[in-house]
């Protein structure tokens, strides 16, 4: 006759099959989220960077003086930020960009690099 003990399947290493689909999957979400995390600091940042350029131009501080106050403050490298100043009456208004390196194993290699920028205005007290 028939035996059922044949017909039950072995499960066994299907967890293992599983994980091996997986994770590729939650290995890319994470460093993905990591990546996200890296853009966000680095716009707060830049954010940051032209309240300092800013408040350097509201009180007469030449360019390079505003440049040196925006570098400063964030820490990136000179190459990669880049500074415009905006007078209109008595208000400035400064402009930060900085290109922002997606260096992060494997989610680098799928998106370029992100320009993040921020600007300020203040009144000019001069």
Known sequence: ????RRVVKNDSGQATVELVLVLPVVVLLALSLVQVGLVV?????????????????AVGDSSRKIENAVIGSTGFSPA?????????GDRVTVEVFYTDPTDVPMIGNLFPDIVVS???TMRRET
């Open 1 to 4: 006759m028939f035996n059922h």
């Open 80 to 88: 990669a930020v880049r500074v415009q100043r905006n007078f209109r």
């Open 41 to 57: 600091r680095s716009a707060i940042l830049v954010e940051h960077a032209a309240r300092e350029g800013a408040r350097a131009a």
């Open 118 to 120: 921020g600007s300020a």
